[in-house]
């Protein structure tokens, strides 16, 4: 589209950023015109007030399953310089694994749907 309009001006509308850091959005569409957030929805009375509620899943690793870990990593870094950078690149890439493990998300699924219902018992449409 650029090559065939070179000197045309191009909007974009986007209700969500490009990448979570908000810095390529601007590069594909250029300033801001304007910038509508929620608050300012909310405010307008366009939505009504969004509420979060965290909540927890915990990890439970066994003591052995965190030596493993711990051994996993040694034999990772052995004999190397490693940045602290790198070192937390390794731990990170683990903890991945573990969070996203089939047992933790069906029990991360379970508590969704609780709440859920719970919810839905509680104030009809809230989840």
Do not use: C
């Amino acid at each position: 589209m650029r090559d065939a309009l070179p000197h045309a001006s191009f909007i974009g509308f986007t209700g969500t950023p490009i990448e979570k850091e908000d810095a390529s959005t601007p590069a594909v569409f250029g300033n801001y015109v304007d910038i509508y957030d929620i608050s300012q929805a909310v405010e307008d009375g366009s939505t009504v007030k969004i509420f979060y509620e965290s909540r927890l899943a915990k990890v439970h690793l066994k003591p052995d399953e965190k030596a493993k870990i711990d051994a996993e990593e040694e034999a990772i870094t052995e004999g190397e310089e490693s940045t602290a950078k790198e070192k937390a690149k390794a731990k990170w890439a683990q903890i991945e694994a573990i969070v996203g493990h089939t047992d933790r998300l069906k029990i991360v699924a379970a508590d969704i749907i609780d709440h859920f219902e719970k919810r839905q018992e509680a104030f009809e449409g809230k989840g």
